[in-house]
């Protein structure tokens, strides 16, 4: 069994910065991708960013793109998303899933959710 715990949300004025974590037990993760969504009141869930476990290639969505930077730690088995120069609009609950295989953009594709963090920036 996969469980996946996302920590480190919180209030945060515009332009400041967080720093995600999700920790991730159960089976071996040598192949899979892990990636964060966000999920804002009233909106469908979306794609943030994504890397490889193995390997550390990464994906990001063009809305956070040179702002956010996922990362990970292989030995710690956790996945970071390093968040900064917040907006308003990034206010969401946060959520890491895994998937098995490359990277992808598609929340239907990842087979394992954390419960979420609540990211709130305010103006």
């Known amino acids: 069994q996969v469980q996946l715990v996302e920590s480190g949300g919180g209030l945060v004025q515009a332009g400041g910065s967080l720093r995600l974590s999700c920790a991730a037990s159960g089976r071996t993760f040598s192949n899979y991708a892990m990636g964060w969504f966000r999920q804002a009141p009233g909106k469908e869930r979306e794609f943030v960013a994504a890397i490889m476990w193995s390997g550390g290639s990464t994906y990001y969505a063009d809305s956070v793109k040179g702002r956010f930077t996922i990362s990970r730690d292989n030995a710690k088995n956790t996945v970071y998303l390093q968040m900064n120069i917040l907006k308003p609009e990034d206010t969401a609950v946060y959520y890491c899933?895994?998937?098995?295989?490359?990277?992808?953009?598609?929340?239907?594709?990842?087979?394992?959710w954390g419960q979420g963090t609540q990211v709130t920036v305010s103006s």
């Open positions: 899933a895994r998937r098995s295989g490359p990277i992808s953009t598609q929340k239907r594709e990842y087979d394992y």
